[in-house]
């Protein structure tokens, strides 16, 4: 059983930076695959970033050279690294874990990019 609770959520200017967290309780984080997905209103829900457990990573066209994802597998956290962001950036941003055919869901967390 995995549990992930997102932080670092905020409100924003547009340009600014913004680094969010997912800390996991539970064994074995260093063998998930471990997702961010951002759900903005009345939009679908849309992988953002992927950091596999040999840490290859892979971004969506629209945030790529801006966001970073990065894990620390010593703290079962991984992490959103988000700079320059964009009014287009706002939504609830949800971290996700897989390992194998089993995949679990944060509760998510607000970010706001607004003047």
């Known amino acids: 059983q995995v549990r992930l609770v997102e932080s670092g959520g905020d409100l924003v200017q547009p340009g600014g930076s913004l680094r969010l967290s997912c800390a996991a309780s539970?064994?074995?984080?260093?063998?998930?695959?471990m997702d961010w997905y951002r759900q903005a209103p009345e939009k679908q829900r849309e992988l953002v970033a992927r950091?596999?457990?040999?840490?290859?990573?892979t971004y969506a066209d629209s945030v790529k050279g801006r966001f970073t994802i990065s894990r620390d597998n010593a703290k079962s956290t991984v992490f959103l690294q988000m700079n320059s962001l964009k009014p287009e950036d706002t939504a609830v941003y949800y971290c996700k874990a897989i390992n194998g055919c089993a995949a679990y869901w944060g509760q998510g967390t607000q970010v706001t990019v607004s003047s």
């Open positions: 950091i596999t457990s040999g840490g290859s990573t």
């Open positions: 539970g064994t074995g984080f260093s063998a998930n695959t």
